[in-house]
């Protein structure tokens, strides 16, 4: 007698590397209320959803583009460590992810290694893909590590965070190539 065998599905025998896409919620819904400030979307109730529409927009452009393997959205609520103090943290990966941090924030490019990158918004449309050597050549810095002490000196207004007095982009810059850090300053 004859019978249907069903086939499982065939995977792809070359390992495609999983792609993480990490989304910093609240950048980028700030950033999509902002975007519609002078042509807010008003639902038929009258409330504002120009920051849900933008970032359900984000969202699904993400998905259908990027075709990410994974996926997480970060909401950062209540108090973070930023708000006890400073520290330097470094981001632990599992080897064979790409990871890719969806945010218009620099201060993610901290983080930044060779599997890790930051995905960040651009005006106007498109995205723009930051490694290690992006991060590096943007800042005039010799590892993304450095960007901690670059902003700490300059301050980051994003963050509401004022620096050093008389610190700004350019003296912040030159003080990191010559000591390398705020410790060796």
Same mark, same amino acid.
């Given at each position: ?6 086939t499982?599905?065939?995977h792809? %025998? ?11 919620? $609240? ?10 400030i002078?042509n ?35 909401? #950062?609520?209540?108090?973070? +460590?930023?708000?006890?103090? +400073? ?10 992810v790409?990871? $890719? ?5 620099? #201060? ?14 651009r ?35 994003? #963050?509401? +965070?004022p ?7 350019? %003296? ?8 390398g ?5």
């Amino acid at each position: 007698p004859h019978h249907n065998t069903i086939t499982p599905p065939q995977h792809n %025998t070359i390992t495609s590397m999983n792609k993480l896409f990490l989304l910093d919620a $609240y950048a980028l819904i700030y950033r999509a209320y902002y975007a519609f400030i002078k042509n807010p979307r008003i639902n038929s109730k009258g409330m504002n959803t120009s920051a849900v529409m933008g970032f359900v927009n984000t969202l699904n452009e993400i998905l259908t583009k990027e075709q990410p393997t994974h996926i997480g959205v970060a909401f #950062d609520h209540g108090k973070t +460590f930023r708000d006890e103090a +400073f520290p330097a943290y470094k981001a632990q990966r599992e080897a064979g992810v790409q990871t $890719y941090m969806l945010t218009p924030d620099k #201060d993610y490019g901290q983080l930044v290694r060779d599997n890790v990158f930051i995905f960040r918004p651009r005006h106007g449309g498109g995205y723009e893909t930051m490694g290690p050597k992006e991060v590096c050549e943007k800042y005039e810095l010799d590892s993304p590590t450095q960007v901690i002490d670059l902003l700490a000196l300059m301050g980051d207004s994003a #963050d509401n +965070f004022p620096g050093c007095p008389g610190v700004g982009p350019k %003296t912040a810059t030159k003080l990191i190539a010559e000591f390398g850090s705020i410790d060796s300053i």
